[in-house]
């Protein structure tokens, strides 16, 4: 006997298919299934989906919004000041309950693999030994991949090679790096030299905030490239932001992007974020400052999206829904044709699934029975409506359920029930 069914599922290929479940494996995808099974779900041909990812995030930061106070100026660099006053005061059992209830909001929204940045630049590690502890407490659930990330800066920050390796030797997962805020431009490049050898000479893959800024001078992305095809760090290694391609000439960006596709880079977009922090020393016309996401994607290179931040000193916004990176992500990079609307889907399910290099994701019999059943047709519905996940599937277990949003709308006498669907004339 099976232990779920899942019948008349919409796959994101359009396909109408069962999917069965024994243990935590997918057992088989087919048109037709009969068999019984411990417990069913009829998807009524609406869509299921591999779980959403998100590549980029920080969850030492999240839910600390209003603490000490708010940013005023919406930039990035009153939010690394703002972080930098909240830092001394923070507890564990403080960023434990955090970081453990914006684990349940991701799963409640179907997202089940993250990749936070944990800030090393605090000697005592305090959120780096709460997040290895919140990624083995959550690993039944949600996949959480750690990334030591030197917010202060590699080179600027006193103490921060030490304190990243330290941060590696406990356990994070994967190397990260800040080159723009770095003190020089120099600097910067050396900082991403020093940081891809110690990801060589430890086998780890590279993360790193780089360019997040509106100079089109800024073009520590170039040496990342470099750095990556020098080592044979190809396919491992994220430029995440990389917001000052917006500004940049080009001329020089058609030399730049074939440079990082020859050196397999990842991409990572954070639209929400960047459509808020950059521009912000802009008159008008203000810059959107959101990287070059559609010539990216037209280059063959990964692009995934990340949602970054929620309710914090960067961002006081977000549910940990990539629904609403995808829908920014669209609207600021004019993805608005259809097999462009279904990458941006793309850029938070599969796309962001290859940049943490989960192996095994996917609706495929073998595969862990990981999905998501959404109240809606198909991928494009999906970033229209912002759906309920009905059902969310973790290893062939049921871990959240939504119950389906209807309206009524009552006109006089006569009531409507509203879907927001098209209707036939
Ligand atoms: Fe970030």
């Known amino acids: 006997m099976l232990d779920l069914l899942v019948s008349n599922a919409r796959l994101h290929d359009g396909s109408l298919v069962d999917i069965a479940v024994a243990g935590s ?30 590549p980029h995030f920080h ?3 999240t839910l600390t919004a209003g603490l000490p106070r708010y940013n005023t100026s919406g930039t990035l660099l009153e939010g ?3 972080w930098d006053e909240l830092k001394p005061s923070l507890t564990a059992e403080a960023v434990k309950a955090r970081a453990l209830e914006l684990c349940r909001w991701s799963i409640a929204r179907g997202t089940l693999a993250v ?11 305090l959120a780096v030994e709460v997040l290895l502890e919140v990624r083995e407490e959550m690993r039944p659930w949600l996949d959480l991949q750690l990334v030591a990330f030197p917010q202060n800066g590699y080179l600027r920050h006193p103490g921060a090679p030490q304190n990243l390796a330290r941060a590696l030797d406990l356990g994070v997962d994967v190397i990260g790096g800040i080159p723009h805020f770095e003190r020089s431009e120099p600097q910067g490049r050396e900082s991403v030299r020093l940081l891809c050898e110690l990801a060589a000479e430890r086998g780890l893959a590279v993360d790193m905030h780089c360019d997040e800024s509106d100079d089109p001078w800024s073009r520590h992305v170039e040496e990342l490239a470099l750095q990556t095809q020098r080592l044979g760090l190809q396919g491992r290694v994220t430029g ?12 020089y960006v058609t030399k730049l992007i074939a440079l990082m596709h020859e050196a397999q880079l990842h991409v990572v977009a954070n639209p929400l974020i960047n459509i808020t922090l950059q521009g912000r020393h802009d008159t008008y016309p203000k810059r959107r400052g959101m990287t070059r996401v559609k010539e990216l994607m037209a ?31 669209l609207h600021v990079g004019h993805l608005t044709g259809r097999d462009e609307m279904l990458a941006a889907f793309d850029a938070v399910t599969k796309n962001a699934a290859a940049v943490m290099q989960l192996s095994e994701y996917g609706i495929e019999t073998g595969k862990p029975a990981d999905f998501v059943v959404l109240q809606c047709a198909d991928p494009i519905e999906a970033l229209r ?18 119950a389906p949003v209807l309206s009524r709308v009552i006109l006089g006498s006569a009531q409507h029930e ?3 669907k098209s209707v036939e004339p």
């Open 25 to 54: 494996r997918i057992s088989e995808v087919a048109p037709r299934i009969e068999a019984a099974a411990g417990k069913t779900i009829d998807a009524a041909g609406q869509l299921v989906c591999a779980p959403f990812v998100d």
């Open 59 to 61: 969850m030492d930061s």
């Open 80 to 82: 690394i000041a703002l």
């Open 115 to 125: 990749r936070s940045h944990v800030d090393v630049s605090d000697p005592r590690l």
């Open 240 to 251: 995440s932001h990389l917001t000052s391609m917006h500004s940049m000439d080009n001329y």
């Open 299 to 329: 280059a063959g290179i990964n692009v995934a999206m990340g949602q970054d931040c929620i309710m914090d000193p960067w961002y006081s916004l977000g549910s940990h829904d990539m629904l609403d990176v995808a829908h920014m992500g």
């Open 385 to 402: 409506l912002r759906p309920a996940r009905l059902y969310v599937v973790r290893r062939g277990r049921i871990i959240a359920e939504t």
């Open 418 to 420: 509203v879907t927001f």
